[in-house]
């Protein structure tokens, strides 16, 4: 296994992989008598980065949950490619708002975490990766909130993920540590050419990172937009404000119960 030491480039290289492709096709989540998510039929085509945004409650940490394999769908399908998404499991890694380190353990270990034969050179190169070569050696106490996420992102990137799952990684971070680790991300996507699934809060970092923003509301989907944005994408572009405006407005006026539902990714 080689990675290149994203945190050191600026140009991107060739890609590695294609990624897993998703086919979520008319997905309802229900607890109980409340529906959470409702009829949602998205593709996402390898390798490319989707970021899903939407009011707290909306679903959309639910859908990253069934695509993961934490909840179970209750009807619709969830499919890799051609084949059920529960047979990609191996090929999937989720990555939370905390790091969710061990401490008493060290950086590499937590890295290596449930690995087992020779996987020290894969977690040193992990670690390179993410520009944390030099903190292999050290507890997860004497690291910074960016740092650690860096670590749980070294983590996932060590198993070679066709899909990377991102719960709000970054949501507890300061703006500058934020920016960072948003081209970090964006560098090793670009290189390694996983598909990427984001949710966020932030309107302005999924306009930022992604390929295409979803906009969940009420259960369904509201949005779809592609971002036609060139990479490396230049901050405050009026292109990159007028399709925040778009989306921030949709969110805040929604359209109200009639879904959307995507043509031009279908």
């Known amino acids: 296994m080689t990675f290149n030491n994203a945190a050191s480039n600026t140009a991107a290289p060739a890609r590695l992989n294609a990624g897993t492709?998703?086919?979520?096709?008319?997905?309802?989540?229900?607890?109980?008598?409340?529906?959470?998510?409702?009829?949602?039929?998205l593709h996402i085509p390898a390798g490319q980065f989707v970021a899903v945004v939407g009011r707290s409650g909306c679903g959309?940490?639910?859908?990253?949950r069934l695509l993961a394999g934490l909840e179970q769908a209750s009807h619709g399908e969830l499919l890799a490619g051609r084949a059920p998404l529960h047979?990609?499991?191996?090929?999937?890694?989720?990555?939370?708002?905390?790091?969710?380190l061990l401490p008493w353990k060290r950086v590499l270990d937590n890295v290596g975490l449930g690995l087992r034969g020779e996987w020290r050179t894969d977690a040193h190169q992990a670690l390179d990766a993410v520009g944390l070569s030099s903190r292999a050696a050290d507890w997860p106490a004497a690291l910074s909130g960016g740092q650690k996420q860096r670590v749980a992102l070294a983590r996932a990137l060590i198993h070679r993920p066709g899909l990377l799952l991102l719960d709000e990684p970054l949501g507890a971070l300061d703006a500058l540590t934020r920016i960072?680790?948003?081209?970090?991300?964006?560098?090793?996507?670009?290189?390694?050419?996983?598909?990427?699934?984001?949710?966020?809060?932030?309107?302005s970092e999924a306009v930022a990172l992604a390929d295409r923003v979803i906009l969940?509301?009420?259960?369904r989907v509201g949005l779809d937009v592609a971002i036609d944005l060139p990479r490396p994408r230049r901050?405050?572009?009026?292109r990159q404000a007028e399709l925040e405006a778009q989306?921030?407005?949709?969110?805040?006026?929604?359209?109200?119960?009639?879904?959307?539902?995507?043509?031009?990714?279908a």
């Open 21 to 41: 492709p998703l086919l979520i096709n008319g997905v309802t989540k229900r607890y109980g008598q409340r529906t959470i998510l409702s009829d949602v039929h």
């Open 180 to 203: 960072d680790m948003q081209g970090l991300i964006e560098s090793l996507w670009l290189q390694q050419g996983f598909t990427v699934l984001l949710v966020t809060h932030d309107v």
């Open 60 to 64: 959309k940490s639910t859908l990253l």
């Open 216 to 219: 969940i509301e009420d259960g």
């Open 247 to 265: 989306v921030l407005e949709r969110i805040l006026t929604p359209a109200g119960d009639t879904p959307y539902r995507s043509q031009a990714h």
């Open 235 to 238: 901050r405050g572009s009026a």
């Open 87 to 100: 047979q990609a499991r191996d090929d999937i890694r989720l990555m939370f708002q905390e790091a969710r």
